[in-house]
């Protein structure tokens, strides 16, 4: 019997119509656990590096995470992972929501999507009965009325739906995979969905999930839930107001956006409005967000109610996603309420809530430059708004300069040329970046940008806080209960990290103690990567309920397997380099991971350099990022060292 897993993936051939139900080997399970790990390993074996994100070859699989299901409160991730047309690397995207554990109820740890259908079409899962329906009637509707027909066609309330809105149909490079109440955004996965001909995927499972040790499982599912009550009545003091809780940036409970926009960059990531948040904004922004939050609503099996239905008068109601809510506001220099409203269209489009709006300001200023032409953008509405929902509507149609534009600010820079890339200014890897910009380099987060391979900064920072606190009373206060460290030494960094003087940024955490902090807040992500996990109480903020000491327990309980701390380590480890290398493999380097010129005011070119060659050695990549034979070896990764030599990637194990 297989615990917390199904032992089976769906596997679907688009081209040829062929379904089939695969039981997978329990031999990965003990080697990358589940989501992300098994993800990455299907990637490696399946995918030679050549394959282009639009070849029927790239395979896109929706993966629910090893724990997903069970009853551990927050485990509901979706995993998606493809090779993506804006990086050209492997995409892996989250969403939470309902739909991953309904795939586990109807007895399925993976989708496979494979090929291309001639035709548009939904997949509808229904237990044991899986079938490609034509989805003709769905071409152009909106990725929320989309799962409101599916529901209404299949008579069944109960569905789960993941599903594209025009956006992906029409392979908009950040076209996001949207299921209501969450959305994997980041990568352009959706476009890949939608050059598959896949509209949606509907799910219904009825099944059970087998736990190995249930009685066990419950008194820790049961602990985290009392943990979170006790947490969340004791909010951090001396953070910033979205760090002081738990959850996925709680922006819709939130109402003091100071810190946002008076540090976040507006427009197209360039402008930074240190004075703008005032009392007369504070009451005007509390009004707009209490008057169309219709309700507060949580993830399957969760407490924390991150999320809100958003009802915008003559506005289809729909769930606002965290930071959504500013990056259309800050990026046209607009009000909360034009963000609310045109974040329900950009949802049914499914669209990257971060790239969408700064592609969007990117063509704004191409245009005051004179880069883009009056002719480019012939029938523009004057007023800035209306500007904003005309190029939205353009990009998605790939109509005129939308069709430029759809390819993000990277690939759309390159085609314009005329000195548009210097506009393309906030990029990692092809994509776009958090506009956050910081007056000073910040060891952790420069690692954290430059190395990150889920390009997406709120989901690589982590456990330890981002800034010393004011006195050492306050940092005293709160060591005393830090159990989430994996040992003293993180304690000791936090103590003598200071606002000025010899241990403050740039020089301090120092190079040891900020890879050692980057290499947790890693390890945390990629663990609940695996394991189905929302960040929001695990990896992303302060003092989640769970933790490096508690999460072999939780997996040992569910699956049977013998973890401790050791092995739940190394099964990151290796799961993190296979990452790596399917990124190498298809051409990642040293000269990739560069964050955006002006993320700090002050660069520190050789500090940096050396910042980055000290955590290659960290990580066991050599200096150009190429993950060495013998740290691969050690990872029982003997298999991509001999494939990277193999293909000259890798020459006597080492460069
Ligand atoms: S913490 Fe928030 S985002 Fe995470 S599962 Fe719970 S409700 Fe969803």
């Known amino acids: 019997m297989r615990y917390a897993e199904t032992g089976y993936n769906l596997e679907v051939d688009l081209s040829r119509g062929n379904i089939e139900r695969v039981e997978t080997d329990p031999r990965l399970t003990e080697l990358h656990l589940g989501g992300l790990g098994t993800n990455a390993r299907i990637l490696w074996d399946r995918v030679p590096p050549e394959t282009e994100p639009f070849s029927p070859d790239n395979p896109l699989i929706l993966s629910t995470g090893l724990l997903c299901g069970t009853p551990a409160p927050g485990a509901n991730r979706t995993i998606v992972t493809t090779i993506s047309p804006l990086t050209r690397y492997l995409a892996y995207s989250m969403m939470g ?43 152009g509707k909106g990725s929320n009325e989309t799962a409101e027909l599916i529901r209404r066609e299949l008579k069944d309330p109960n569905v789960q739906v993941s599903a594209i809105g025009l956006a992906g149909e029409n392979r908009v ?46 008194e820790l599912c049961n602990g985290v839930l009392r943990y979170i009550k006790d947490r969340e009545s004791k909010p951090i003091p001396g953070v910033m107001p979205i760090l002081a809780g738990l959850g996925s940036p709680q922006e819709m409970k939130l109402i003091d956006e100071e810190w946002h926009t008076t540090n976040f960059m507006w427009g197209n990531s360039r402008t930074r409005r240190k004075d703008f948040w005032t009392k007369d904004i504070e009451e005007k922004w509390r009004e707009t967000q209490e008057s169309v939050r219709t309700r507060l609503i949580s993830c399957y099996n969760c407490p924390m109610k991150c999320g809100a239905t958003i009802s915008v008068p003559g506005v289809a109601t729909y769930m606002m996603k965290c930071f959504t809510k500013l990056t259309y506001t800050m990026a046209a220099f607009s009000d909360l309420d034009f963000g609310f409203r045109i974040a329900q269209r950009a949802t049914e489009y499914g669209v990257d809530g971060f790239s969408a709006p700064q592609v969007m300001a990117f063509a704004l200023e191409l245009l005051e430059a004179g880069i883009l032409k009056e002719s480019d953008v012939a029938g523009m509405p004057a007023d800035n708004e209306g500007k904003f929902y005309w190029l939205l509507d353009r990009i998605v149609r790939r109509e005129g300069i939308g069709d430029v534009l759809a390819d993000g600010t990277y690939w759309a820079a390159k085609k314009l040329g ?115 996990m929302c960040a929001g109480l695990s990896s992303f903020p302060l003092k989640p309920p769970y933790h490096i000491h508690n999460y072999p327990s939780f997996i ?13 380590a190394k099964i990151t480890r290796r799961n993190r ?64 060292a001999e494939d990277l030599e193999k293909r000259g990637i890798l020459k006597d194990g080492q460069d």
């Open 97 to 139: 929501g309902f739909w991953a554990p309904e795939l586990k109820y109807a007895g399925y740890d993976k989708v496979i999507l494979r090929g291309k259908s001639a035709d548009l079409v939904y997949l509808y899962i229904n237990n044991d009965k899986v079938e490609i329906r034509d989805a003709s009637h769905l071409r």
């Open 556 to 568: 040992t309980a569910a699956t049977g397997l013998d973890m401790d701390e050791a092995g739940l």
């Open 173 to 218: 490079f950040f076209a996001s995979i949207e299921q209501g109440r969450s959305s994997a955004s980041r990568g352009g996965i959706g476009a890949v969905m939608g050059d598959k001909g896949v509209k949606a995927v509907a799910v219904r499972g009825t099944k059970d999930v087998n736990i190995a040790r249930p009685a066990e499982f419950v």
């Open 418 to 532: 005329s000195g548009a890339e210097e506009y393309a200014h906030n990029n990692i890897k092809k994509q776009e970046q958090l506009p956050l910009k910081l007056g000073m380099l910040n060891p952790v987060y420069y690692l954290m940008y430059s190395t990150g391979e889920k390009i997406n900064i709120t989901q690589i920072e982590g456990q330890f806080p981002q800034a010393p606190f004011m006195t050492k009373e306050e940092t005293e206060e709160f060591i005393r209960d830090w159990i989430h460290v994996p040992d003293d030494r993180f304690k000791e960094y936090l103590r003598k990290w200071e606002f000025r003087g010899e241990f403050s940024n740039p020089y301090y955490p120092d190079i040891q103690a900020s890879c050692d902090i980057v290499d947790w807040q890693e390890m945390m992500h990629y663990i609940d990567d695996a394991l189905g």
């Open 577 to 640: 380099m296979l990452v790596r290398s399917v990124n190498v493999r298809r051409g990642l380097r040293r000269a990739d991971e560069k964050p955006p010129e002006d993320h700090w005011k002050k660069r520190f070119p050789e500090l940096e350099q050396e910042l980055l060659s000290t955590y290659y050695k960290f990580k066991g990549w050599n200096m150009n990022g190429i993950p060495t034979r013998e740290k691969l070896e050690e990872l029982d990764l003997g298999y991509v």
